[in-house]
């Protein structure tokens, strides 16, 4: 084991933290995360206290091996986390304080309660993949969810029309916002809560630098970037990571005092200092009328949540020819459909071809944990899937105590397409998205999403079968 553990990915085993009691753990800022045979594997917060180890070897009976950890100012909110002092137990209440812990514990973005005929489940969304974290009773179920609802200021006794609230409640010190959806099924009110980001993890929130983009792509990107005006535009499906990139570039983009940057979303997901985010609840603003009257405050640089009609493309273009920096995303999908999307919303060739910059495809694929991971060569069918010699080494995910199922975190993968005098005469004379993928990675030899997750996976970045996953390869050429 001797990649650092990540905080920020890895799940700290069970068994080993029922080994240690959680003042000790506290006392000493030790947080066990692995229990190998009869070692416990701990990360600590000062790395130079070993009368600590020492102590905590003396009272367990256990040896101990103190793991590289890789910012060690994250172990006392990690052990915070993991050893939470919890006031009572067994109500309605203090169970949801513990699905959110032990949600902020593994990472996941959403929680699921659903119920079925005689069972009720709690499932977690992490890495993009659902699992079920517990079963309940319906009754317990049902108690649960009147909590969530009193609590985000739902209507509790309305359980036939969906609703959406929002909840925020102080765990550990911090504040953790989640939005809440309810929606009535056959058997009864489903809820969904998604965790947005806290504070702290949002100030953790990646830069441009680690996305995961090739040297090529992030070149792409920053110059683009540094243009004063034009359209960048990112599709993608839910999911796939395109505001984590949107607010890369609102990250690298602000710099206090010289430029103006506002955003429209639909909701803000993360708050981040520098930009004037405008926050749109859709029952009481217009999307499209936050967007008009944030024109009249000179901004430099706007971001649009999404292009979603024919009137916020009008918006995007406009502003983009009026000398603005505009950075949205699209439902399309791969990044040159974006171009023919945009003339399907109305959008004259002549002005898609004018401000458009850089188009971007992005999809997410998972990490291979960095604690089991196995290199194997690839098998047959993947060496004529991905065209790459027979023995090469790939990487198989396996699964260990620190990681759930071989994966911990994830990965970007990108296809950009930048705008230039070429694809801008190509765009004018009416050329459909074929003929453009023809220029762009045919004779430009620009890399696809299929070529960058294929090379990502030669460089034990990801797993061929996470390519495959989110990557239809059945007409690659
Ligand atoms: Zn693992």
Redesign the pocket.
Known sequence: MAAAIDLDRVIAAREALDKVPAKLAHRLGVLPVALDNDTLVVVQSDADDATGIMQLEGQLGLEIRVAPVRRPEGVERAIRRYYPESAETGTPLALLEELINRALQIHCSDIHLDIESERAFVRMRVDGLLRIDRELTPEAMADLVSVVKVSSKLDISEKRIPQDGQLTIESLGEEISMRVATIPTLRGEKVTLRILATAATAAELSSIDNLGMCDLHREMFLSTLRQAHGIILLSGPTGSGKTTTLYAALRHLRTPGTSHIISIEDPVEIPLDGVNQVHVDSERVSFNKALRSVMRHDPDIIMIGEIRDAESADIAVKSALTGHLVLSTLHANDSLSVVTRLTNLGVARELVASTLRLVIAQRLVRRP?A??RRLVPCDGPSVDAFRIPPETMVVEP???Q??GG?Y?GRIGLYEMVPIRKRERELIMAGAGADAMAEHAFGDMRLPTLFHDGKAKALEHLTTLSEIRRVIYLGEEE
């Open positions: 944990c604690h089991c396996v699964g260990c620190l990681c071989g911990s």
